[in-house]
Antibody, heavy 122, light 107 residues
Framework: EVQLVQSGAEVKKPGESLKISCKGSGYTFTSYWIGWVRQMPGKGLEWMGIIYAGDSDTRYSPSFQGQVTISVDKSINTAYLQWSSLKASDTAMYYC???????????????WGQGTTVIVSS | DIQMTQSPSSLSASVGDRVTITCRTSQTIDNYLNWYQQKPGKAPKLLISAASSLQRGVPSRFRGSGSGTDFTLTIGSLQPEDFATYYCQQSYSTPQTFGQGTKVEIK
């Protein structure tokens, strides 16, 4: 079974750093792109960026460029989303998702993680 | 960035109704349009990719159509398990923006 399993909920203070993870299994991890999507409380989905697990080619949304870092450790089939200095406005649910096709990024995200809740509060 | 305009933002419908949700993009995206369903507290689920290609296991009452800038998701006969929020997403270019969502509620 193809699945993505995300790390657990986090409660952090403003200014702290954080790295959340997304572990893939049941497929050739290095042959697919992984994306990250933010959902703020009660709001819609926001596309943050994608990374190709094979070579770490990364595309960011301009809205998130410089605010987060997307990375991958292909030796352990895991993608990451990290912040160096959290803000209260980073409070949200974060989903990782596998893009449907290996070489093309044009066909949507077909397998999703369960989501990681991040709460940033003083 | 490509802007997405999804409508309506919410609708009330009864079981058995035919429901139509539209998505318009600010520039042509060929057929690189996807539809997702999200239920409360759950991750989104891909229903349709490439405007009209139904994902495996998705009931045939879901139908996607359109190309260029105008797209439609139709639910042929609404079932109790279809009450959810639906999002369109363009995957023509990055950032692969989502629509604002349409919440389908029980009348």
């Amino acid at each position: 079974e193809v699945q993505l399993v995300q790390s657990g909920a986090e409660v952090k203070k403003p200014g702290e750093s954080l790295k959340i993870s997304c572990k893939g299994s049941g497929y050739t991890f290095t042959s697919y792109w992984i994306g990250w999507v933010r959902q703020m409380p009660g709001k819609g989905l926001e596309w943050m960026g994608i990374i190709y697990a094979g070579d770490s080619d990364t595309r960011y949304s301009p809205s998130f460029q410089g605010q987060v870092t997307i990375s991958v450790d292909k030796s352990i089939n895991t993608a990451y989303l990290q912040w160096s200095s959290l803000k209260a406005s980073d409070t949200a649910m974060y989903y990782c998702a596998k893009l449907k096709t290996g070489t093309h990024i044009n066909y949507g995200m077909d397998v999703w993680g369960q989501g990681t809740t991040v709460i940033v509060s003083s | 960035d490509i802007q997405m305009t999804q409508s309506p933002s919410s609708l009330s419908a009864s079981v058995g109704d035919r429901v139509t949700i539209t998505c318009r993009t600010s520039q042509t995206i060929d057929n690189y349009l996807n539809w997702y369903q999200q239920k409360p507290g759950k991750a989104p689920k891909l229903l349709i990719s490439a405007a009209s290609s139904l994902q495996r296991g998705v009931p045939s009452r879901f139908r996607g159509s359109g190309s260029g800038t105008d797209f439609t998701l139709t639910i042929g006969s609404l079932q109790p398990e279809d009450f959810a929020t639906y999002y369109c997403q363009q995957s023509y270019s990055t950032p692969q923006t989502f629509g604002q969502g349409t919440k389908v509620e029980i009348k």
